[in-house]
């Protein structure tokens, strides 16, 4: 999905070096300081991202652009891993820091040169990930910036995360199905990730383009947060919000922050709700793919409360009811809290990792901390697999018959009845 806005062209012409820097507000909110005291031991003013940066930022590599050159056999398109409006993802190895040992496998982000989003969203990246640090979030393990002959080169380097994105498991047929624990499991890391974000630092930050392509998932299926692009501070002193442009994704912006550009830490937990509902239903939160009344995920799913009989109906069929319904049903009423419409409405992130951590145990029937994450059973030979999706599409066909959609029912009841003889 594409960014329903970008940044504008027009941008002030100010120090390249860091973001324009807030206005100090003498009077400091409860839980600014509260901030303060967790990261700092004392309530002081809050800092800046950019100077947090130049105190951090030291630990971040520099990389010369024939490292990285080198490290992807010239950016070689069959170590692709991916592409967006930013340009384009790519597997490579490098030395590790310490010049010693095995080389290290990362993906290297490759800012296009046309790129409209440009150098304020990779400036954006080098400078909020030099700065976090957290299990639930990817590691930015340096960058290069280089000007020459070819033009402006920029790229960033990140760890690499062998299990691809949420969103490729959960709406991509040639990955296996996610099951219902290490579901839940991915939440409660993204959900900690976000909790960082908003709680733990010296200031907060406010994530702004959450989403199922942007939570990454590591060899063990935990969870990581990654592209801080569009991460911007949260409000300072006595500010309710920050006023910006709206950016982020259709189908994940909080609908008040699109229309106002007021934006707060509770725009993220819109776009967690949103989430929470793709994990549920295996549906994507905009398919253009489906009949028009239900090509938006957040309108459909009010049609099946979580408290009605009806509800199960709208859990993904790939999980094919191994799932403890009650759990679901208050995962459900979860994602209706982060749906708010009125945005002080919505629960605090830290609300939500306990609540998701509920869910784990009574999903688990024991400690959280004994329960794992379950990798997804191994695909089929390949071989089989165009028959193992022939016959997914039409369980597929058949399920939307089974919930009263009869747009195909003559075409795929017989198709049925071939698959069984």
């Known amino acids: 999905m594409n960014c329903f806005n970008i940044f504008n062209s027009k941008t002030k012409k100010k120090s390249k070096s860091s973001p324009e820097l807030r206005e100090q507000q003498q009077t400091q909110s409860s839980k600014q300081a509260t901030r303060l005291v967790k990261s700092t031991g004392s309530i002081s003013s809050p800092r800046s991202i950019p100077e947090l940066y130049r105190e951090k930022g030291h630990n971040l590599k520099k990389f010369s652009f024939s490292e990285l050159r080198i490290a992807t056999n010239n950016f070689n398109r069959m170590l692709k891993i991916g592409e967006g409006g930013f340009g384009s993802v790519y597997k490579g190895s490098i030395k590790p ?28 990246e080098v400078q909020f990930l030099g700065v976090v640090d957290h299990p639930n979030l990817v590691k930015l393990l340096g960058y290069c910036s280089a000007d020459g002959e070819r033009g402006i080169q920029r790229l960033l380097v990140y760890e690499y995360m062998p299990n691809k994105s949420l969103e490729a498991h959960l709406f991509g047929r040639a990955l296996p199905p996610i099951p219902w624990i290490t579901r839940l499991k991915i939440l409660l ?59 982020g994704t259709y189908g994940y912006a909080a609908p008040e922050y699109v229309e106002t550009g007021h934006l707060k830490s509770n725009s993220d937990l819109w776009s967690f709700g949103v989430v929470l509902y793709e994990i549920l239903t295996g549906r994507r939160a905009i398919d253009r793919n489906l009949p028009q009344s239900e090509q938006k995920l957040i309108e459909w799913v009010k049609q099946y409360p979580a408290d009605s009989k009806r509800f199960r109906m709208i859990m993904d069929p790939r999980l094919n009811n191994q799932y403890p319904l009650d759990t679901a049903r208050k995962v459900a009423k979860l994602a209706d809290s982060c749906l ?57 066909e058949v399920f939307f018959v089974s919930r009263g959609c009869f747009r195909d029912h003559a075409r795929c009841e017989s198709q049925f009845l071939f698959i069984i003889l």
């Open 97 to 124: 820091v310490s010049g010693e040992g095995d080389p290290l496998v990362v993906a290297i982000k490759k800012l296009n040169r046309n790129s409209l989003q440009g150098h304020k969203e990779w400036l954006a």
């Open 340 to 396: 708010k419409k009125n945005p002080e409405e919505r629960p605090p992130m830290s609300r939500i990792v306990e609540i998701l951590q509920d869910a784990i145990r009574e999903s688990g029937n024991g400690n959280i901390s004994e329960i794992t994450s379950v990798a997804p059973s191994p695909l089929p030979e390949p071989s089989t697999r165009r028959a193992v999706r022939y016959i997914e599409y039409w369980r597929h």
């Open 189 to 247: 890391s993204a959900a900690e990730g976000l909790t960082y974000l908003h709680e733990g630092l010296e200031i907060q930050v406010i994530f702004r383009d959450f989403k199922s392509s942007n939570v990454l998932l590591d060899e063990n299926f935990n969870a990581k947060l990654s592209d801080f692009g569009l991460a911007r501070e949260g409000p300072q002193g006595d500010r309710s919000h920050v006023s910006t442009m709206p950016v």
